[in-house]
């Protein structure tokens, strides 16, 4: 989960690396009562060395008792809007489960419209992967779905129908041939259909499902207004509710993940610390002179620190770890 609000412009890479480094002092247990005083200053200077200080604070919560932060009563807030938001998110599991049991199916439009449902849903989703875990499971129809971290889905098999719902994040699917049920991957965004396929579904952070076909081919039907399209072998689409966007040739990295490689090809660095940071807990920043530097190769997933080295041999930049849950990538200096 990206620990900056949706909406929220995050701050500038220099005032997250400042943030950190006070952090990492203040934790240290050898900041001085002057270094306090100038984290103070710091802090107090403007509004992004506090949206900095709040974005750190917000990952350390996640690794570390609220006791250990050196700010008490940012930490305190923190801490206090988690619990609100947790509580939140129970009023709506029970107001979801009044609403099913009522067949409210006015209340059911409105939560879809909000997009609240899956990202919920999927705490509860019949199989689940946590950050950093990879999973791959046979369905009892002989279908094999492999798991990308961070990734859930329902499964719903009946007599006339084998339907997937994709929760939250990845899933690279090899369907087993039966012809009297029809295979269906349902997202957000619409309906997948698969005609004899091996492919790949992911749901993406701007709002939109990703499909990569390997083999057979996959019918796309969107979830407003019902077009529809057919996406052969070789071939990958991104779309939304509305619309598709232009095919393109399919992506092998969206089904090399599957083994536990991740597969660069011409990729900026930025990319590939994206995809980094989809199997890592914490925070990896790139900064801006280094961000756009490609990026070629195989990399594992399961060897985070060892990608990162491998990073460091192959590109002109220098891996930083000032606290246990945050990685900085910036240029080598000499």
Do not use: C
Request: zero cysteines; charged letters at 20%.
């Amino acid at each position: 989960m990206n620990p900056i609000p949706p909406g929220v412009r995050a701050p500038s890479h220099e005032a997250m690396e400042q943030a950190a480094s006070w952090f990492s002092l203040l934790q240290s247990g050898n900041a001085t009562n002057a270094d306090r005083a100038r984290w103070q200053t710091w802090l107090a200077s403007g509004a992004e060395s506090q949206a900095a200080w709040a974005f750190v604070e917000r990952v350390s919560l996640r690794f570390q008792p609220l006791q250990a932060v050196p700010a008490p009563r940012l930490a305190a807030d923190a801490l206090q809007a988690a619990n609100q938001r947790l509580a939140r998110r129970r009023t709506l599991l029970f107001g979801f489960a009044a609403m099913a049991g009522s067949g409210s199916l006015l209340g059911w439009a409105v939560w879809r419209q909000a997009g609240w449902v899956d990202p919920l849903l999927a705490h509860f989703a019949d199989h689940h992967t946590g950050i950093g875990e990879r999973r791959d499971l046979v369905l009892a129809d002989g279908t094999q779905v492999w798991l990308a971290s961070a990734s859930a889905f329902d499964q719903d098999y009946r007599a006339d129908l084998r339907r997937l719902r994709l929760r939250s994040g990845e899933i690279l699917i090899q369907t087993a041939v039966d012809r009297e049920r029809p295979f269906v991957v349902d997202t957000a965004h619409g309906r997948l259909r698969a005609l004899g396929t091996r492919f790949n579904v992911r749901l993406d952070e701007a709002g939109g499902t990703q499909l990569a076909v390997y083999e057979g081919a996959v019918e796309i039907t969107l979830a407003h207004g019902g077009q529809s399209t057919v996406v052969a072998a070789g071939k990958q689409v991104r779309f939304t509710a509305d619309r598709w966007e232009e095919t393109t040739a399919a992506d092998p990295a969206r089904e090399a993940w599957s083994r536990g490689i991740l597969l660069a090809q011409d990729m900026s660095l930025a990319q590939v610390v994206a995809e980094l940071g989809r199997y890592r807990r914490g925070h990896i920043a790139v900064a801006p002179e280094v961000a756009g530097l490609t990026v070629l190769g195989s990399y594992p997933l399961d060897d985070l620190n060892g990608t990162l080295a491998m990073l460091q041999q192959a590109l002109p930049i220098q891996v930083r770890q000032p606290l246990p849950w945050w990685t900085t990538i910036e240029a080598r200096t000499r």
